[in-house]
T-cell receptor, first 111, second 115 residues
């Protein structure tokens, strides 16, 4: 059974650029959530996908968007990057009656 | 508006003693509470949880207590070990039986267990 894997692990982008982060869910999990963790803070909920549909969203602007694919893997896209978008981005997968399993995260730096 | 609060950013405890990490929440719709542990350069890992119908759940050295009327929960680690040194996140969600409920995290408490 493979765990949650995220790619890339580190990324540096320039302000104004666009970025795509990827997540492979744990086998058997149909729900994926994305979180942003700024330095010294807890993970902040961005959005959640269940069976390829977004079914929950946190307080993030529309330039944060996502996709979930039929194999339940997922992407997080961020357009028009801002310096404050620099953070650790965490993906978590789960199914009904399981806890969320997190990947190791993608460290995004916007310069 | 922070729905899950952990008012102690850090805690130091001697090895072998009890560690008590506290958490408060504001949303009375929360029905399920979790603790996650995070080491540097790793994602959070699930530690222990409790449903709102219980007031205590125990798993080995870890016990979580829930006081629903006070909207307060705590994690007790006994005895504390140096390997427990990590950041601990309190989290909450709606009913666990559905996949639809997002999990809201607190800001975390950094625990240092001193040998």
């Amino acid at each position: 059974e493979t765990g949650v894997t995220q790619s890339p692990t580190h990324l540096i982008k320039t302000r104004g650029q666009q970025v795509t982060l990827r997540c492979s869910s744990q086998s058997g999990h149909n729900t994926v959530s994305w979180y942003q963790q700024a330095l010294g803070q807890g993970p902040q909920f961005i959005f959640q996908y269940y069976r390829e549909e977004e079914n929950g969203r946190g307080n993030f602007p529309p330039r944060f968007s996502g996709l979930q694919f039929p194999n339940y893997s997922s992407e997080l896209n961020v357009n028009a990057l801002e310096l404050d978008d620099s953070a650790l981005y965490l993906c978590a997968s789960r199914s009904m009656n399981t806890e969320a399993f997190f990947g190791q995260g993608t460290r995004l730096t916007v310069v | 508006d922070q729905q899950v609060k952990q008012n102690s950013p850090s805690l130091s405890v001697q090895e072998g003693r009890i560690s008590i990490l506290n958490c408060d929440y504001t949303n009375s719709m929360f029905d399920y509470f979790l603790w996650y542990k995070k080491y540097p350069a790793e994602g959070p890992t699930f530690l222990i949880s409790i449903s709102s119908i219980k007031d205590k759940n125990e798993d080995g050295r870890f016990t979580v207590f829930l006081n629903k009327s006070a909207k307060h929960l705590s994690l007790h680690i006994v005895p504390s070990q140096p390997g427990d040194s990590a950041v601990y996140f309190c989290a909450a969600s709606g009913a666990r039986e559905t996949s639809y409920d997002k999990v809201i995290f607190g800001p975390g408490t950094s625990l240092s267990v001193i040998p």
